[in-house]
């Protein structure tokens, strides 16, 4: 069996390196990393009257330990339902993250955080 030719590719040209990206201070980070949690464990949808779907967004204030831990969550703006409200507030309590790097500046930061509510 033939042996198949060697193949030389060239090499792209380089290009300018570009400055990484600014890094987050860590309460930044833990900010960020809650945001994450709330895609990777949203809310549960409340159960409505089985014909209406509510919709609507939450603000919550959430006081976080330097750890990670949820202290209390309040609801900074309601979605003019309470059961939303009230489904946000309650899944808040239950997430945690752990700091990539740790918060050594603060003990506890209160962080807003935007919960949406879409029906689908």
């Known amino acids: 069996a033939a042996t198949p030719p060697a ?31 709330t895609r990777r464990h949203p809310p549960r949808y ?15 204030l959430i006081t976080m330990s330097a750890e990670g831990r949820v202290l209390d969550v309040t609801v900074d703006r309601s979605s003019g339902h309470p059961a939303l409200d009230r489904a946000a507030r309650e899944a808040a309590l239950q997430w945690h993250v752990t700091p990539r790097r740790p918060v050594t500046t603060v003990k506890q930061i209160t962080l807003r955080l935007p919960v949406r509510f879409q029906g689908g």
């Open 7 to 37: 193949v030389t590719v060239d090499a792209p040209a380089p290009t300018a390196m570009e400055p990484p990206p600014p890094q987050l201070d860590p309460e930044q980070a833990l900010g960020a990393q809650l945001a994450a949690m």
């Open 46 to 60: 409340p159960r409505g009257d089985g014909e209406t779907v509510l919709e609507g967004s939450v603000e919550l």
